[in-house]
């Protein structure tokens, strides 16, 4: 790939790979980047369409806000152009409302790939579907005016695009539901003591501090990277006996490789 060679561009989405570092833009700032299943659709390709080379990938949303969350057309009884309203999905099968689901799912789900490392950069407003967006990614830097939400419930919804698990994770039981059942603003300030942040920066300096990031993380041999994340992201379900388990095996692999005895 040659430096910032465009992959896509379509749907309010953008992916652009600079050698090892890819950056997925939103790029609907008119309408705060707000979500459809158009969207979801690009974000997927854009992950299938990622570049072995890859090792970082940064996400971000241009104009003030990194993401609004749902389109509200989502909620007229006409939808969207093409696509079945939320009331035509609501009177279909179980069967085939579940599966669509799972293939809005997919626009999220990629982020936390052993292969690669996710930094979400997040300004203004990241509410619903925009929040979760931002949870999908294994980092986040945030700006000072950041606002995440999340609004499914005040909505009669639940979120159902994979946010629940990184929030209880980051945040703890108890503050994930009362987040989610309150619909509130989490600020930055509170954002980076719970840990839903990394980093906080002035809003200029967020691409730049992104840009430190994904330098930092190319640092380290690659496959170093993806064993170590691997066994991060699997502790929380392993006991501690399976983790040092896995942290031998993992460690067994890395020495042979360094010895040139790989299999």
């Known amino acids: 790939m040659t430096s910032l060679d465009s992959v896509l561009?379509?749907?309010?989405?953008?992916?652009?790979?600079?050698?090892?570092?890819?950056?997925?833009?939103?790029?609907?700032?008119?309408?705060?980047?707000?979500?459809?299943?158009?969207?979801?659709?690009?974000?997927?390709?854009?992950?299938?369409?990622?570049?072995?080379?890859?090792?970082?990938?940064?996400?971000r949303g241009e104009g003030k806000s990194f993401s609004a969350g749902l389109d509200r057309q989502a909620f007229a009884p006409e939808g969207f152009d093409g696509e079945p309203s939320f009331l035509d999905m609501a009177r279909g099968s179980e069967a085939d409302?579940?599966?669509?689901?799972?293939?809005?799912?997919?626009?999220?789900?990629?982020?936390?790939?052993?292969?690669?490392?996710s930094i979400a950069a997040v300004q203004g407003h990241a509410i619903g579907a925009?929040?979760?967006?931002?949870?999908?990614?294994?980092?986040?830097?945030?700006?000072?005016?950041?606002?995440?939400a999340m609004r499914e419930t005040s909505l009669g919804l639940v979120p159902d695009l994979t946010g629940t698990h990184p929030l209880v994770n980051l945040v703890g039981y108890a503050r994930a539901l009362e987040i989610c059942a309150t619909g509130r603003f989490v600020h930055a300030e509170e954002a980076e003591r719970t840990g839903l942040a990394n980093l906080v920066v002035p809003a200029d300096q967020l691409d730049a501090a992104a840009s430190d990031l994904a330098a930092a993380l190319l640092a380290a041999p690659r496959d170093a990277v993806v064993e170590t994340k691997a066994l991060l992201s699997g502790a929380l379900s392993r006991t501690y006996e399976e983790q040092r388990t896995a942290e031998r095996a993992a460690q067994g692999r890395r020495l042979r490789d360094l010895a040139g005895l790989a299999d």
Request: charged share 25%; with cysteine; proline share 3%.
């Open 9 to 59: 561009d379509k749907d309010g989405v953008r992916l652009t790979v600079d050698d090892a570092v890819a950056s997925v833009t939103l790029t609907n700032p008119a309408k705060r980047n707000a979500q459809s299943p158009a969207l979801w659709r690009a974000l997927a390709e854009a992950g299938r369409a990622l570049p072995g080379s890859v090792r970082v990938v940064v996400l």
């Open 97 to 117: 409302l579940d599966a669509t689901i799972a293939e809005y799912q997919e626009a999220f789900t990629w982020w936390r790939r052993n292969d690669i490392v």
């Open 130 to 148: 925009g929040f979760q967006l931002a949870l999908a990614c294994d980092l986040r830097i945030v700006a000072e005016d950041v606002q995440f």
